[in-house]
C-alpha cells in the first residue's frame, strides 16, 4: 500500500461509536446463533459473507476491514472447533501487534511526508533569498514569511502526531473490545449479552456506551429481536444475479411487523390526511380527481410507480389524498415503509394546499410517462377493467 493510500486508509477507517456498537450487536447476534444452533451455523456467515443477515443489519463494520477481517477470521476457527480462551488471547495478540506495527509504519509516512514538505518550502525561500536586513535593521515583515511558516509546519506535525496515536488507541480499544467479547464467548458459560457486554467495557471511553443503551439497541436493532425466526441467511438461488444488500433488505422488509394493526393504522392515516375541497386553486381544479384514481391501478403497478417517484414527494402528495387512496397506497409496500412513510407524512404537518398538489401533479405527470412508454396500462385499459368487473358482480351464479 502506497503512503498516500495509508494515509487515506487511516482517515476513512478511523473507528466511530455506531462502528463500535455494531461490533458489539454482531457479537451478540453471532453468539446467539452459536447458542442456539452450534458453531457451525456460523460457517455459512463466514464463508458467503454477502448472503448473512446478521453482516448486513450491521454493515457499518464493513467499512472497517481492519476490524471486520479478525472478526471474520476468529469466527472461521470456532466452526473449526477451535476451543479455549487462550487460543484466541494468542491470536489477537498477534492481531493487534501487526495493528500497531502498521499505525507505526503510517506515522513514519506521515512524518516523512510533512518533512519532505517542509524541505521544498525552505529550497523555495533560499532560491527566492528574501533580505532579511534592510536599511541597516531586521525587515520583521520579511522574518515573519520565514518565522510563521515554520512554526506553523511544526505545530502541524504535533497535531497530526497526537491525532495518529489517537487513532491508533482507538482502534487497539476496539481489537481489544473483540478480544473481550470473543474470550467470553469462548469459554462457554457466558449468555451471549454479557459476551457483548464483556465488549463493551473494553471499548475506548469516547465509545463506550452505557450498559443501559446497549441494552436498547439490542432490543431496536438486533437481528434477534427484530426479525424472531427469520431465515439469516439469503437463499443461494436468491442471491444468484442480483444485488445481495438489495435482496436481503427486501426480505427483512416483508418480514418486519407491523406495530400498528389495521385499524390503528388507518385511524392514525385519516388524522394525517389533510381535506383540499375549499382550498384548491382552479388549475388545480383536476389534479386531486386524477390523483384519487390511483386507486384503480393494481398493486404490481402501484409498485412501479412508487419506485419511479420520490418518497419525499409521495409523502406530500398523499397528504392530500382521498383515504381510500391512501390506504390502496399503503397497501402495496411493507409494513416497515409504510411507518416510515406515514411518519414523513406526519413531519408535514405545516404544507400547504398549493406544495400537496404540486406533488400530485408530478405524480401523475410520472404516471402519464409511464403509460407513453407502455410500462403501466393507459386509463381507457383500466376503466374498461373496472366497469367489466361491475358488470361481473351483477351477472348471475352458475
Not at 218 to 229: C, K, T
Amino acid at each position: 500500500m502506497s503512503g498516500i493510500a495509508s494515509i487515506r486508509s487511516l482517515i476513512r477507517e478511523a473507528p466511530t461509536r455506531k462502528a463500535a456498537l455494531a461490533l458489539l450487536l454482531c457479537l451478540y447476534d453471532l453468539w446467539s446463533l452459536a447458542k442456539a444452533r452450534g458453531p457451525l451455523a456460523l460457517e455459512d456467515h463466514v464463508v458467503h459473507p454477502e448472503r448473512s443477515v446478521i453482516l448486513h443489519q450491521h454493515r457499518s463494520l464493513a467499512r472497517l476491514p481492519w476490524l471486520m477481517e479478525p472478526l471474520m477470521d476468529l469466527v472461521r476457527h470456532f466452526t473449526l472447533g477451535t476451543e479455549g480462551s487462550s487460543a484466541y488471547d494468542q491470536m489477537i495478540d498477534g492481531i493487534i501487534a501487526a495493528e500497531e506495527q502498521w499505525m507505526r509504519t503510517v506515522h513514519g509516512l506521515v512524518m516523512l511526508l510533512a518533512s519532505v514538505i517542509a524541505v521544498f518550502w525552505v529550497i523555495a525561500m533560499v532560491i527566492v533569498r528574501p533580505p532579511l536586513v534592510m536599511e541597516g535593521s531586521l525587515s520583521w515583515p520579511t522574518v515573519t514569511v520565514w518565522i510563521v511558516p515554520i512554526g506553523l509546519a511544526m505545530l502541524a506535525l504535533h497535531c497530526i502526531k497526537v491525532w495518529i496515536g489517537w487513532v491508533a488507541s482507538e482502534r487497539t480499544g476496539m481489537l481489544e473490545a473483540l478480544r473481550r467479547g470473543i474470550c467470553f464467548h469462548a469459554d462457554g458459560a457466558f449468555a451471549p449479552q454479557v459476551s457483548a457486554d464483556a465488549a463493551r467495557m473494553a471499548l475506548p471511553q469516547r465509545l463506550r456506551p452505557s450498559h443501559d443503551q446497549l441494552e436498547d439497541v439490542i432490543r431496536a436493532e438486533s437481528v434477534r429481536y427484530l426479525y424472531p425466526g427469520a431465515p439469516l441467511l439469503l437463499p443461494a438461488d436468491r442471491a444468484d444475479g442480483q444485488d445481495c444488500a438489495t435482496a436481503i433488505q427486501d426480505m427483512l422488509d416483508r418480514l418486519m411487523p407491523s406495530d400498528l394493526n389495521s385499524f390503528e393504522r388507518d385511524q392514525r392515516l385519516d388524522e394525517l390526511l389533510t381535506d383540499l375541497a375549499d382550498d384548491v386553486p382552479p388549475q388545480f381544479s383536476a389534479v386531486a380527481l386524477e390523483f384519487n384514481r390511483l386507486k384503480l391501478l393494481g398493486e404490481d403497478d402501484i409498485r412501479v410507480l412508487l419506485h419511479s417517484v420520490d418518497k419525499d414527494i409521495w409523502s406530500l402528495a398523499l397528504r392530500g389524498a382521498s383515504s381510500h387512496t391512501a390506504r390502496s397506497i399503503l397497501d402495496c409496500i411493507s409494513h416497515r415503509a409504510g411507518r416510515l412513510l406515514m411518519q414523513d407524512m406526519q413531519a408535514l404537518d405545516g404544507a400547504t394546499a398549493v406544495e400537496i398538489l404540486e406533488a400530485q401533479r408530478t405524480i401523475i405527470k410520472t404516471l402519464g410517462n409511464l403509460r407513453a412508454t407502455g410500462t403501466l396500462p393507459d386509463q381507457a385499459t383500466l376503466d374498461r377493467e373496472f366497469f367489466a368487473q361491475i358488470s361481473s358482480l351483477d351477472s348471475p351464479l352458475s
